[in-house]
């Protein structure tokens, strides 16, 4: 198959879930084709961008200059160079009527550029639903042929409609041929805001557990007690609420140590609050590591918190696949009743569910691991277990495909072939029930 991702930004060292998306087709022999906005981060990448050439297969839309009189300029340009390629669709790109300010903005005249001549796709996949909107409407002026898949992921499905209202995909609804979502918790949601539920299922972000070794966790000689957190520092991951969770707990026990793995706009204000809480002993901002420096951190862990809250924004979190990784190398967590976690961790089997923002909850529930580490094992087996069963990044691939192939077949086939997707999701997937005709 012939598959055109489009994405926002691509390499994004956050969003291995997609690149492993992309990894996972190649290997299948199917030729994927990637759209994206140019980044200027291209120093730090992942190393499967360069093991499979990613970024010669990358098309990046022409930058759209701040400027509007250079911007009408450039896009003068733009159409003397192209015009011949494909007129009409140029034209259509201008369509302020229909388009409103994507048209009037020219953004939309310099996003069909890299798509013009290009073949039909079988497949064309929008990872994240406004992207959806964004291939919806270079499908419909004919820049780009193809079936049109649209992935809900967290951000696109909470406070991207919180900010722009419960119909900003009843059009996506109507014309998209298909959709997935990361989690039971956003599939409902997209349902409730509209999208028939035959043409939604669950398909989780995997992780190639290969690359995550299990092992079984007991307290260090020396007694100290390692915790670990990998994530953004922004508010929706919720990382104050675990460090207050340390401090209460740094007078109880003195040897707890807490590694935040990640970067982002708090953390000035979070070492701030370190310094604040007197933690500084305790608590270490490591900054961004890459994959290998992660695990590396994580094997020398016992246990790991992911403390995720509902943004005041309204974004919100699926499955995280840090929590993924953790569980895969057999650590006991600390998860949060928010989003799609709890679809993840089983309270009491892998880990412990608290109350998003409660740190009395937080540092009860990190005493009680402390305190019982005969509980470490089988919390840790579990949860591998279950990464395992239903995260693992081959077996979705695979299912990834066969959803490909059954929306890739001719319209008359369609309303069969969603039941079948449908029914093949029910079975191999976590979540109770899929309605089918």
Partial sequence: MKVAFIVKYFPVLSETFILNQITGLILRGHKVDIYSYPTDDIEKVHPDVEKYQLLKHTHYYPRVPENYLWRLIKGLELIFRHFLKAPLVLMRSLNIFKYGKRAASLRLLYAIVPLLNTEAYDIIHCQFGMYGIDGMIYRDIDAIKGKLITSFRGYDI????????????????A???????????????????????????VHGSGIDCNKFTFKTRYPHPDGKIRIATTGRLVEKKGIEYSIRAIAKLANIHPNIEYNIIGDGYLKEHLQQLIEELNVTKQVNLLGWKNQKEIIEILDKTHLFIAPSVTAEDGN????????????????????????????????????????ERDVDAISEKLSYFIQHPEIWEQMGSSGRAYVEKHYDINKLNDELVEIYELVAKNNSQQTSDRNRVASYSNSTRWYSRINRT
């Fill in 158 to 173: 909470s406070s991207y409609v919180k900010e722009r209202g419960k119909d900003v995909y009843n059009e996506l609804f």
């Fill in 175 to 201: 014309k998209g041929d298909f959709f997935l979502a990361n989690c039971e918790f956003f599939r409902q949601r997209a349902i409730k805001l509209g999208c028939d539920e035959k043409k939604i299922v």
């Fill in 316 to 355: 919100q979190d699926a499955p995280v696949n840090t929590l993924k990784e953790a569980m895969a190398m057999g650590l006991p967590v600390i998860g949060t009743l928010h989003g799609g976690i709890p679809e993840l961790v089983k309270d009491g089997i892998s880990g412990f569910l608290v109350p």
